[in-house]
Every structure is written in structure tokens, then in C-alpha cells.
């Protein structure tokens, strides 16, 4: 067997702090914002097993017992004995929590203190742009402003994140947008905006990228579906420059994630679509990332959000997953057992901890 | 043993009413219009594998018997009683009948009577509208007959297909076109168009599909090799309206089409590319399949024509893909026994009797 | 067991002829130019587990001992021996090699003496155009010496290959260019290059790739991490001619590339990325291979460089793969034994030998 003593989450949210009714907690098995097709639910899927495969026992109950028992048996205890049980069971030490969700989330420190573990936060570029505009009254002031902002989250922050900025022109254009393009399409933005409009012009996501390239923070890019080849670009444009850039999801196109990452020195890839996500497949996805990225590119998160039950269900299939891919190739003599045990311990901490810097 | 009782083929053609020799019916293990490299043949791919191990132990020979041994088997029996003993092997109790394509092929009653099942005829929406435009004079009557077409067969069909649309600019341009694109698409087509001409502009290929999506009929949509994600508009723009899509093929993108089945309610994928051509790999494909897709929105197909070999095989390779696999999740402890089961019976037939509402 | 008594390697290089350090060797692990991470090391792939499980039982050490010992060992028993021992222990009895990569590397001759097996060349298209270029003083001149050159190398080279013309327009124009174009570009080229520049010239690139079709050698196309799909037009427009196309590559797109290969006579597909590069994931990769490829259609190669460690490796991981895979089809009666093991004698060599003619 190989272990995997604990798991640093190195891209998560946090948890609601109601009760929730089967309905509300039927939503957060889904993809953001998908409904499920009359005559079905959303319990009929991967996460939606996984999580009555594994969260039962851990509030006393059956593997599988039936959606309606479990969220019973869970008002029962209340949300914040729930909550505490299971992430305590979750085997993670250290939370990377992406604070920039909106709705009534658990913070890095909550976290930290219902799961026994250590929190970090990761500051969302594209809020600290929409904060530091809704604050600044000309286009001098916006831009000044926004290269504090960022280096001063810098200091607290463990690493940045964009979630725009894939999807917002940064695969045509990688390269910074000169000092002209910037002062123009921050007029153009700021002029446009409500308090509160989302940053969406592509020069200015570009802008801020490159502020925090030059953070030194590592910089978490969201791929969502596209191919993570069309960052090769940027990939090269910010080699070199002391700054990781952390793929997240791109399944079904982790094969390309896995490529750029041996490809370029500061390109890592999440392992987040590995778990919570396809459940009883996960040892076959987890599989096609170790194909040829090398070990040390790859980092375990939970990707989760809202529910504390998804944070334990991907830790629960991540380091089943692991053990089988790896056991299989220990028992085929393909690996030895000491690689194969310290490459568990890589993907589930080790490469964060030296990433992240997480002493 | 997960246990499959009976099979619904959603999406099919007829077979053959003559005798075949050992050159003809190898054709028809290959994608339409291909040919063997010199030096080979198509008996040596995983669909002539598969017919070699199914159908000879129906005709009462050894699996994996010389082709020519099972021809002559076959002619013996004469193409009628083969096709009989095949067909009612396959555990196939229903047929979804695309009867769009020429040659001599049995139509939906003659495939049921045959093999002692339901039959159900699939509408394709371009012969429809090539017939409309044969006997229209104006562009006014051929727009308003194609519209009293379309709805006049959704009384009578199960469903309609597309096999045109997705590459004839639907991607592009997901919405329905205006009435004066309309009418001006109409006039030039009309004009160029010899009898039996086939419809290929794209304006009027939207049109006619949204006419179709109007009929509240599942629309088949023909994918090919694109990658699904491109039909995220389409889906979009249709969500909504009461009519569910079906994407068929898609192989090997169908990770994504089985993301975009989760993320919209009427977004369904078709299994065809599992079977019948992917043969001793089709657990594999299936698993794949099974990552993201709610378990509610996936079909069995066969995607046979001509052989009725190919209904056969591709039954039993489904049936042994979904025993495998949901199989060894129950043995793993992933999922419950009923669980699996049940979505077994999903995929099999369940999910089919719901969108195509067949009682 | 699936017996495959002997390969045919059907594209790789020479082996360098100096002694290596840890770094350079390392660095032969991974792809072309790339560098590890900070804190991370190239032996922690599946490529470095691979050398390190098949290689030091052959130079009489444990497998899986530290890379160091290993060349410590290697040192030992000198460059030479060490490269006789290994090449001879792959079962590789002949090399296709392409003789078009700078440094200090064995030619065929020297491999073939080497590894004890038969040696053939591989010509690059492109180095022989700049060969031309350099000796030829105007455009008329070039052109003429080109068609010569390479119908001259057509003699002695076993195939051509072209790593440049996919990337360099092939897809977007897959016919020959006009003599017009070609003259055109021509001088256009050769007035702007110094001695020894790179053909770059989409126009040439394609003149020249028409000309080597011309010859009827197989025509190897490095596909990089293209799309295969994307070849379509000029698999179309080569279909008939009587010269095969060899895609190289195209790994994640490994299934495009075999589905290419099922819809045209000609084109076959190497098998290049299962081997070397996914080590313990081999059989997962290869398995898709044989989804919709024909069997008569995929060919082995190391596709190795500069270390006869990575052709044993190779040779090793693929046999590994093959028994594995097409053993437990024969064990789960999908396939029979006699088929499995003819379709393994295809793959290894077989195939290679009918398209390459190799006697």
C-alpha cells in the first residue's frame, strides 16, 4: 500500500455555514449553475456517489445510505459539528483558499480552525482590480493604485489567481500590453463600469497578469475547457522570470497540462479534475496526468466549494487513487516501492510545500 | 454480474436483404467509404474482431472461426433466418431507425418483425426538406411546406436527426436565422438546385432545425469527429424550450461531449462510438464516458447499417463493457450493487424510454 | 504471453559517442531542450523510471538503483560496451534512422554494427533542400538540383521525412503549390538566407513534400502535438498516388491519428509516444491506439536519441505493453490467441517491413 500521511489543498474554497436542504446541497454536486434534466438528479453522478460512498461513515452512518438519511442525520449533528467531523477526517493540513467567491463562505482562518489545519489565502486579480477601481477616482489613480494593490496582497497572500484572463485574450496576445494600451483601455473600463462591473477588457487583464508575474507569487491560471497547449505562449513569454504558473482544471485536456508542464520549468498542473469530479474513475485520469509530466510538476487540490463533504471526498478518492495507480506499477516491478511512496508524498504535499513555499 | 435485461438502440439503420460475399461484407466493418491499405484487411480491426467472437457460436460455429467459414455459414442459412437468429440474439427490444440513408435496407417494421421487437422511425430533417423542395414551385410554398413537413412527421417519428448542421455552420452561428435570411437562402438553393440536389446552405440548415426544435421531437444531432464544446452555443440559445438534443458520435472528444451533457439539462450524449468499433477497448471508452455525464444522460446506440452482425456485436460488447465496468466499481466498494445496477438499467434502456417518451 | 521475437525501430537516431555525466544524461531524458524545476530532477519521470527498472540489470546492477551508480557503472564498461551490451539486449533487429539531428551521434552503419542488426536511412526533406541551397547559385539552378537530390536519395534512403511541413502551412494548403509559387518563393528564400539557414518557406516546404511524393518512398510527417485530424486535406490529396504517409507523433492526439488511418489506405500511424515517454502508462496508451486503428496500420519505433538506453527502454515498454494488452483481450476470449499473436508480429515488424519493403 502506498500512504499518503497528509495533503496540502492547493486550491479550495469554503464551506456554507447553513443547513442546507437536499435540494441546496443536490446544486453543489454540479457544475456551477447546471441544472439537472427533469426525471434525474444530480446524486446520479460521480461526485454525487462518491459522497455517499465516503461521508456517511463518517457521521455514523452507511456507506450509500440513501441522499435523504444523510442530510437528515446531518441537521441532526448541525452544520458546524458536521463540518467538523468530516474535514477533520479529511487527512489535509494546510487549505490554499480562494477567497474570491461571492455567498456566505467560510474564510482561510474558519477553515483552518473547523478542520485542524493550516490556511493561506489566494487573492482573485480580477476582485483586487474591481476593489481598487470602485476606490479610485482617474485613470492615474486606477493604475498607481492597482500596482500597490497587488504587491501589497503580495505580502499575505500564498499565491494569486485569474480567472479571466485564459478566456480574455492572453492566448493571442501573452505579451504585456504597452504603458499607452493600458492608460487607454483603463479609460475606456473605468468610464463603462458600475461600482462593482467585472473586470472583462483583455488589455487590462493582461496589465494586471503581469503586475503579479512580477509579484513573485505564483500565479494559479483558470483554464476551465480549453486547451492548455494555447498558453505555450505565455508559458515562454514568462520563462525565466522566477515566477510558477499553476494550471487549473483543463479536463478533459490534462494530457496538454501534463505536457506544457515538462516543457517549461515554472509550469505546474492541478490535479484538481482528478478527484471529486469523476469519483470511481479518478485512478484512470490521475493515470493519464502522470504519462508525462514529470513528478515533481503535480499538485493535489479539492477544488472544493460550499461543502465540506467535497473537500473530504476529493482527499478520499485522490489518495485512493494514488495508491492504486502507483501499487499497480510497484507490483509490476515497472516502480520501486521507495519512488513510488516519495512521488505519493510529492503529489500530495511536497511539491505545494516547495511551490508555495509553505515551510 | 450486473445484469442488463434489455436494450434500447437509439439510434440504428436497417440491414441488408441480399446475400453477401466475403468482400462486400467486410466493406461494412469499415467506416463508410474506406478501404483496406493493400496487404490487409478490415476483418483485422477490433469490429471484425468482435463479429468474428460473437456471431459465429449464433449461426452454431466456433468464436473467432476464418471468416470465409462464417460466410459460407451464413449463406447456408440464407440472409433471411442468419438475420433472424442474429437479430433475436441480441437482446435488443427496441430500434430507433434513421431511415435517411439508400441502399436496399429493411425499414423500421421489417427490422422488427425481424427481430421480434418495437421499431420507431428517426426522421432526417435534410431528406425532408430535399423531398419539400422536389414538389415545391415558390419559395413561399417550399418555406411553408417544409414547416408543415417537419410538423407533420413529428407526429409519426421518435425523433428527428440532423447530419449536416453541426458542420454547416451551427457552430458559427448558433441562432435562428431571420425570415428575410430565410427567404433569401430558399431563393438562391431553389434556384441552383437540381432534383434530388442535396441541402446543404447553411441558413437553411438552421432553419430547418430550429423548425425542428419547435416540434418539441429529441433532435439527433450528427457530430463526427468535431469536437461537441462547439455546440455550447447551440445548447445555450436551446436550453429551455421543452426539446432535448442528442449528440451523436463525437468519438474521440466524448469527454466533452459528456461535459456538455452535464452542464445542460437537455443535453444528452449517445454511447455509439463505444461499441461496435472500439470492440475489446469498449469498457475503456465507457469508463470515460461515465467521468463527467450524469448517469441520466447517457444512450445506448448500436450506429449499425447493413450487417445485422453489427446490431448484434454491438449489444454484447455493450453489455460486457457495462458489467465490467460498473462491476469492478462495486467490487472496489465505490459503488452499492443497486446502485449500479440501476444505472446500468439507465444507459441500457431507461434513459431512452424517458426522452423518447416510448411508454 | 504474447511472444514479439523481434522489432523493427522504424524511426530513431544514433547514440552519442562520449562518455556522459549524471547532467547530460539527465538531460536526454526529456523532451528536446527543456529543463527541470528548480528542487526537481528529469530522472523523476516515467522515462527516467523506465531506464532505470530495464537498463541496470543489463549492465549487471539492480534495477531501480540510483541514477548515479548506474553511470557510474556505465563509465566502467565505457561508452562502447556499455551501448553494445544494451542495444544488443533490445531485440531490435533493424533501425530505420534519421541521420537529420546535429551532434555528435551514430550513424546507421555504426548502430547497425553496434546493436548487431540491419541499419537504413531516414532522409530529412529539409536538410537536403538547404544541402541544395548551398551548393546551388540561382533559382532555376536550385530547383532542378532539388528535384535531382531528392530523387537521387531516393535510391539509397528507405523513406523521407518532413518535421517541418505540418507546422509550416500544410494544413491550410495541402495541394502543390504552382510553378509560378514555387519560382517565386524560391528566390524569395534564397535571397534572404545565409549558407546553412533553415527552410522555412510554407511554398517550398510544400513543392518539396510533393516532391518526395512524387518518389513513392513512405513520406514520415511529424505531426508535434498537432491535431492528426487536421491532415486530412493532404491525406486526401495524396490518396491513390502509391506513396504511404507515416504520421510521427501526435501524441495526446494519438486516437486522431489512428482514426486518419482507418479512413485512408495510406496513412499509418507510429506508436512512437507509447514507448519511452509514458513507461508504466504504456499499455493504457497503446490500447487507444488500437481502438479504431486497423491492425495492419500501426508501427513500432523508439524514436530515441543520442542514449541506447532509451532504445532498449523503448523496445522493453513496448513489449511489455503489447503482451499485457493483447494478453488480456485473449484472456477475457475477446480475442483469439493466434489472432493475438499475428497482430503482435504486425506491430513489432510486419508492418514495417511491407511499407518500408525491407525484404
Known amino acids: 500500500m502506498i500512504d499518503t500521511p497528509s495533503l496540502v489543498d492547493q486550491y479550495c474554497h469554503g464551506v456554507l455555514r447553513t443547513e442546507l436542504g437536499l435540494g441546496t446541497f443536490e446544486t453543489h454536486l454540479a457544475p456551477s449553475s447546471a441544472l439537472p434534466a427533469a426525471g434525474t438528479t444530480f446524486f446520479d453522478t460521480q461526485t454525487g456517489f462518491a459522497v455517499r460512498r465516503w461521508c456517511p461513515p463518517l457521521l455514523g452512518l452507511e456507506p450509500h445510505c440513501p441522499p435523504a438519511r444523510y442530510l437528515a442525520r446531518r441537521r441532526e449533528l448541525g452544520v458546524?459539528?458536521?463540518?467538523?467531523?468530516?474535514?477533520?477526517?479529511?487527512?489535509?493540513?494546510?487549505?490554499?483558499?480562494?477567497?474570491?467567491?461571492?455567498?456566505?463562505?467560510?474564510?482561510?482562518?474558519?477553515?483552518?480552525?473547523?478542520?485542524?489545519?493550516?490556511?493561506?489565502?489566494?487573492?482573485?486579480?480580477?476582485?483586487?482590480?474591481?476593489?481598487?477601481?470602485?476606490?479610485?477616482?482617474?485613470?492615474?489613480?486606477?493604475?498607481?493604485?492597482?500596482?500597490?494593490?497587488?504587491?501589497?496582497?503580495?505580502?499575505?497572500?500564498?499565491?494569486?489567481?485569474?480567472?479571466?484572463?485564459?478566456?480574455?485574450?492572453?492566448?493571442?496576445?501573452?505579451?504585456?500590453?504597452?504603458?499607452?494600451?493600458?492608460?487607454?483601455?483603463a479609460g475606456r473600463w473605468l468610464a463603462r463600469r458600475r461600482a462593482g462591473g467585472a473586470l472583462d477588457d483583455p488589455v487590462l487583464l493582461r496589465h494586471l497578469l503581469w503586475i503579479a508575474v512580477g509579484s513573485g507569487r505564483p500565479l494559479q491560471l483558470y483554464v476551465g475547457e480549453r486547451d492548455p497547449s494555447d498558453l505555450a505562449g505565455f508559458a515562454s513569454a514568462t520563462g525565466g522570470l522566477g515566477t510558477d504558473l499553476v494550471l487549473l482544471h483543463g479536463y478533459p485536456h490534462h494530457r496538454q497540462a501534463a505536457r506544457l508542464a515538462a516543457h517549461h520549468p515554472h509550469v505546474?498542473?492541478?490535479?484538481?479534475?482528478?478527484?471529486?469530479?469523476?469519483?470511481?474513475r479518478a485512478a484512470g485520469v490521475l493515470a493519464e496526468f502522470l504519462e508525462l509530466a514529470p513528478f515533481g510538476k503535480l499538485l493535489f487540490s479539492s477544488g472544493a466549494r460550499g461543502l465540506p463533504e467535497l473537500h473530504v471526498v476529493a482527499a478520499s478518492i485522490f489518495r485512493g487513487a494514488l495508491s492504486r495507480v502507483l501499487g499497480e506499477w510497484v507490483a509490476d516491478g515497472a516502480w520501486s516501492r521507495a519512488d513510488a511512496q516519495r512521488v505519493a508524498g510529492m503529489l500530495a504535499a511536497d511539491n505545494a510545500r516547495r511551490v508555495y513555499r509553505l515551510g
Chains 1, 2, 3 share one sequence.
Do not use: K, M
Not at 102 to 112: H, I, N, S, V, Y
Not at 122 to 144: K, N, P
Not at 146 to 156: D, I, P, Q, S, Y
Open 268 to 280: 505546474y498542473a492541478d490535479l484538481g479534475p482528478v478527484v471529486a469530479r469523476t469519483g470511481a
Open 80 to 185: 458546524v459539528e458536521a463540518g467538523r467531523r468530516l474535514l477533520r477526517s479529511s487527512g489535509i493540513t494546510a487549505y490554499l483558499v480562494d477567497t474570491g467567491l461571492p455567498g456566505d463562505l467560510t474564510g482561510p482562518a474558519e477553515l483552518a480552525a473547523t478542520g485542524g489545519a493550516a490556511a493561506h489565502e489566494i487573492v482573485r486579480l480580477e476582485l483586487l482590480a474591481q476593489q481598487v477601481a470602485d476606490t479610485s477616482g482617474t485613470v492615474e489613480a486606477f493604475l498607481a493604485n492597482l500596482a500597490e494593490a497587488v504587491h501589497g496582497a503580495a505580502a499575505g497572500a500564498v499565491a494569486f489567481l485569474s480567472v479571466a484572463a485564459v478566456r480574455g485574450g492572453l492566448v493571442a496576445a501573452p505579451e504585456p500590453p504597452w504603458p499607452g494600451q493600458v492608460r487607454g483601455a
